[in-house]
Nanobody, 118 residues
Framework: QVQLVESGGGLVQAGDSLRLSCAAS????????MGWFRQAPGKEREFVAA????????QYADSVKGRFTISRDNAKNTVSLQMNSLKPEDTAVYYC???????????WGQGTQVTVSS
């Protein structure tokens, strides 16, 4: 069982930066693939970024490539999402997720709101 708690959301202006953090409890954090997803009002939840356990391979959605950076600290059981050059369309609830394979995310946090004003 893994529990995830996100923090760092807020209200910013377009062009600003935010850093989201996700603290994980449970064992074997370093083995989990960790991801960030987001859900905007009236839209489906969408993938943002992920970082694998072990090799630490990274994937990004095309919409955030070059602006967002995902990283993890296995010693602290945390995963972060550095978001730069934020746009109004980045406004959403951002969720942290964990999975023990390359396909499925099993555990989810409660989400943190990010609002980007124009």
């Amino acid at each position: 069982q893994v529990q995830l708690v996100e923090s760092g959301g807020g209200l910013v202006q377009a062009g600003d930066s935010l850093r989201l953090s996700c603290a994980a409890s449970g064992r074997s954090f370093s083995r989990y693939r960790m991801g960030w997803f987001r859900q905007a009002p009236g839209k489906e939840r969408e993938f943002v970024a992920a970082i694998n356990g072990g090799s630490g391979g990274i994937q990004y959605a095309d919409s955030v490539k070059g602006r967002f950076t995902i990283s993890r600290d296995n010693a602290k059981n945390t995963v972060s999402l550095q978001m730069n050059s934020l746009k109004p369309e980045d406004t959403a609830v951002y969720y942290c997720a964990a999975g023990n394979n390359l396909v499925t995310f099993t555990y989810w946090g409660q989400g943190t709101q990010v609002t980007v004003s124009s």
